[in-house]
């Protein structure tokens, strides 16, 4: 059968055996593959069999969108007419109405004339046999009985106008009873009409879904997740406590308790995956059916549903959304079982989004017993929040926060998910790598880890979905979109007050407390050289810098590279008292795990994208001195001088192709502790002693400056 493309950039939906449906936005579609169509499958009896359209299985992406599109718009326009026609029917309804009450009216004003001479009638008869006792005059009595013969030929009248009456009401009834009738069904045409859209279909490998290695690891098939078609392999998912208590909140706060929740967080946290592990879950439950809303902000929209192990899916314009989903809401639901809705992606103030949120919250108000929502969104709160519409809604709130360095390591430990990610993980750009001495297993995964970590921070989609590069570009990418960097972290006017989280900000939950910050050491870094002083000033003027281990310890590394790539540079006090000024210089980064090809045409500040060898934060390449000066900067007291670290990066540059050089290690510490700064312990002496550091004298070869570590601007 041939595969149609999810086509997403994200997520996307899980199901095993019950009926699971989902909406999320599209992304592309490959040209070579041709989804199957199919016509029907409305949500009411979502496990029917479905007539395919082979017609279709030939065309390229732009020929079936066009196709889809028609079909959707004439079926959308078939609708419309039906609708005018229910509209119609209605009116005829409304005036056969007023024509019933008008006949009933005069019915009534019948009876009454009719009572009336019958009580005349009645009172004359008596005249006529009292007058006849009394021997009245003939003539007289000939009279009465001649208006009584009137009275009669009335009645008679009367009773036929009555009769003719009540034969129109029953027509009017008949005619009332068949205009509902036709109502009913024109009603009935429409909602086929609603469910008869058309479907796209692949085969899905759902036979390893779920948990696995002591409920530490959730199996889901990547096909849902990726944007290519066709079989994918299988995706594990970490089960950090995160990921448990979301999966609580969903089953306590919103399941059970029928609370209307809200999942809110930083992107790449987890949000939709570990929703999307529970939405599979619940879907095997008889009693229960799940459907998920998926969004972003621009694209198409896609309804999926996936019925025994094959995914449906039809795509819709986000205009257009709205309208459709509100539509198969309406047949969705009932007395029986259990619903649950999932909104994912939305993003408050985007008029289609909030659109689409009320619609949700309808259809739940309907049937607050049995239905179920909740909202999954990348904002850091909600804008506008009404506390007694909370308490009317039931509004309860979670929020998952970004990964640490130790659940990452954790992740990796398990070889289900490491050989799963092994070459996503792998922070090299290039082929060149490092052998480490007498490293296990373990000791590799973890620094593959931590040094990746140092890019991608706390967002486990870069570092377990995309290579080093590829997340690179996407922060950069990120970057670039800043309209106002100087106000990025201003909690009063910046991107921060809109509470609208974009991939440059991580949340970090530190023991019970909750700290803002930039997703990553290189974000921070990267920033601050863009930026200068005046944007690290403005962090640490944010109030509860104090508090925040997050951004604190990032300030003086920040305010290295702000000075070291902008005028007038970076100023440095000797251990002697003597200053020192280093101009400003390009800041380039670079891998230390692969050759520097780039040769040197100007002195230049490389930055290592593998942090975590613990030797130095950058290199500079001073063309004018020939001085490969290797810099570590650190506001600690004490630091390791790890020596193989830098004969490695000096094999990386083939310095020797230059000529002559010489090799400086500088520590750049706080001014404030230049004096107390100690080297705790030399590694691997001997390392540099063809670059002239002998053995045993790299310790009192090391320079020691400090820098001022308050930022001016």
């Known amino acids: 059968m041939a595969k149609a493309l999810m086509g997403a950039y994200g997520l996307h939906l899980l199901i095993a055996s019950g009926c699971v449906l989902l909406v999320h936005v599209a992304g592309r579609f490959s040209s070579h593959v041709a989804p199957l169509v199919i016509r029907g499958g409305g949500i009411g009896d979502a496990n029917q069999t479905l007539p395919i359209r082979q017609d279709l299985h030939n065309m390229n992406r732009e020929e079936l969108d066009a196709r889809l599109w028609l079909e959707q718009d004439k079926m959308k326009r078939e609708r419309k007419k039906v609708e005018k026609k229910i509209v119609k029917v209605e009116r005829e309804i409304r005036n056969v109405q007023a024509r019933t009450e008008k006949v009933e009216k005069k019915i009534v004003k019948v009876e009454r004339e009719i ?27 000939k009279k009465i009985t001649q208006e009584i013969k009137y009275l009669r030929d009335k009645e008679l009248q009367l009773r036929d106008k009555e009769l003719q009456l009540r034969t129109e009401k029953k027509q009017l009834r008949t005619e009332k009873k068949q205009l509902r009738t036709e109502k009913k069904q024109l009603r009935d045409n429409v909602k086929e009409k609603k469910k008869s859209l058309s479907w796209s279909e692949t085969d899905l490998d759902l036979s390893q879904a779920g948990y696995s290695e002591d409920r530490k690891i959730f199996t889901i098939d990547r096909a849902l997740l990726n944007p290519s078609p066709g079989p994918a392999g299988q995706l594990m998912l970490y089960c950090r406590e995160s990921f448990n208590e979301q999966w609580r909140f969903l089953e306590e706060k919103v399941c059970k308790e029928g609370y209307l929740g809200w999942i809110l967080g930083p992107p790449g946290t987890g949000k939709t995956t570990t929703t999307t592990s529970f939405l599979l879950w619940q879907s095997m439950k008889a009693s229960w059916r799940v459907m998920c809303v998926r969004l972003w902000k621009a694209g198409p929209v896609s309804l999926i549903q996936v019925v025994d192990g094959k995914e449906r899916r039809c795509d819709f314009s986000l205009k257009r959304a709205g309208d459709e989903i509100e539509d198969f ?63 009317i809604e039931r509004i309860k709130e979670m929020k998952v926060y970004s990964w640490m360095l130790e659940e990452y390591k954790e992740a990796v430990k ?45 967002s486990c989609q870069y570092m377990f979905q995309y290579t080093t590069a590829e997340a690179i570009e996407q922060l950069c990418f990120a970057m670039a979109s800043v309209d106002n960097f100087e106000t990025l972290m201003d909690l009063k006017t910046g991107d921060q007050a809109k509470r609208m989280v974009n991939r440059l900000h991580g949340m970090y939950r530190v023991g019970d407390n909750v700290h803002w910050g930039l997703v990553s050491r290189f974000v921070a870094t990267e920033l601050a050289q863009r930026l200068g002083e005046t944007f690290v000033r403005k962090i640490e003027q944010l109030v509860g810098i104090a508090q925040n281990p ?85 506001a600690a007291s004490k630091h390791d001088l790890r020596l193989q670290y830098f004969a490695d990066c000096m094999d990386a540059l083939s310095i020797e192709r230059w000529g002559q050089w010489k090799l400086e290690i500088v520590f750049v510490v706080s001014k404030d502790n230049l004096a107390e700064f100690s080297l705790s312990e030399v590694v691997e002496e001997g390392a540099l002693a063809r670059y002239g550091w002998r053995a045993g004298e790299e310790a009192s070869k090391a320079c020691v400056v400090g820098m001022d570590p308050r930022p001016q601007g």
Request: one cysteine or more; glycine letters at 8%; proline letters at 2%.
């Open 115 to 141: 009572r009336n001479v019958e009580a005349k009638h009645k009172d004359l008869k008596k005249q006529v046999s009292q007058l006849h006792d009394k021997g009245a005059n003939k003539k007289f009595i």
């Open 329 to 391: 809401l309406e047949g969705w639901g009932g007395v029986s079982e259990k619903y649950l809705l999932s909104l994912d992606g939305y993003l408050e103030g985007s008029p289609e989004h909030d659109n689409l949120l009320s619609v949700c919250m309808l259809w739940r108000r309907h049937d607050m017993e049995n239905r179920r929502l909740v909202v999954t969104t990348s904002m850091g709160a909600r804008i506008k929040v009404y506390s007694e519409q909370d308490m």
């Open 414 to 458: 398990h070889d289900l998910l490491y050989k799963n990610v092994a070459n996503m993980v792998g922070s090299s750009l290039g082929t060149r790598n490092t052998v480490m001495k007498q490293e296990t297993e373990q000791e590799r995964r973890a620094r593959e880890v931590e040094s990746k970590y140092q890019i991608v921070g706390g």
């Open 550 to 634: 997050i951004l604190r310890c990032l300030l003086f590394e920040m305010l290295f590279f702000a000075r070291i790539g902008n005028n007038p540079g970076l100023r440095v006090t000797s251990r002697t008292g003597e200053e020192v000024n280093w101009e400003s210089l390009a800041v380039k980064t670079f891998d230390p795990t692969q050759l520097y090809t780039s040769g040197i045409e100007r002195s230049v500040c490389l930055k290592p994208i593998a942090w975590n060898q613990g030797s130095y934060d950058a290199v500079i390449l001073d063309l004018r001195e020939r001085i490969v000066r290797f810099v570590q900067v650190t």
